[in-house]
């Protein structure tokens, strides 16, 4: 494996609010470089998915990620918010496809089953685990830690589980334990 660590952008969509965390992977070495949110103001929809766009465009030119991970939709009770949730999954995919960027898409199980080793966690649950593999002093915001797991998961299949200690600590029956 390269000694140059691999820069990971997640993405965590939202028409509201798009988290976004971008970790560096350096064999099995987790390291957050940023994370935050995009929040688009009430307004039209194009112009709103526009923000998105624009806004994880300069997200990707200032931190320079390698690859992009982003959480699939998945379908809600109310087919129109889940119809909204793709478009703006659709508007942050085209930023990372305009940077010429490869995509990985992984549901909310999956990310969560990578990260805190069940898929039905708590929000709490997944922004300690992301809190605790990358050292951070405090709990990212839930729109963050979401883009931050989505990031870990990545680094996580693209290791393979076994691969990827983080920290002081170690795998037990999918779980990271000290």
Not at 91 to 101: E, G, K, Q, T
Not at 131 to 147: E, I
Request: aromatic share 4%; charged share 20%; hydrophobic share 45%.
């Amino acid at each position: 494996m390269s000694s140059y660590p691999r820069r990971i952008l997640g993405i965590d969509p939202g028409l509201r609010i798009t988290g976004f965390g971008i970790i560096d992977v350096a064999g099995s070495r987790l390291t957050c470089i940023a994370s935050g949110a995009i929040h688009s103001k009430d307004g039209e929809l194009p112009e709103r998915l526009g923000v998105i766009l624009q806004d994880l465009g300069e997200v990707i030119a200032l931190y320079a990620p390698v690859e992009v991970a982003i959480e699939k939709v998945f379908v809600n009770v109310n087919p129109q918010s889940t119809l909204l949730l793709g478009q703006a999954r659709g508007a942050a995919i085209s930023a990372a496809v305009l940077a010429r960027l490869p995509v990985r898409e992984y549901t909310a199980l999956q990310v969560k089953q990578a990260v805190v080793g069940h898929g039905k966690a708590a929000k709490e649950q997944v922004q300690e685990m992301v809190m605790r593999l990358l050292g951070l002093d405090g709990r990212p915001s839930p729109d963050a830690a979401d883009a931050l797991a989505c990031a870990i998961a990545h680094a996580h299949g693209t290791q393979g589980m076994g691969g990827l200690v983080a920290g002081n600590y170690r795998r037990r029956a999918g779980r990271f334990i000290r």
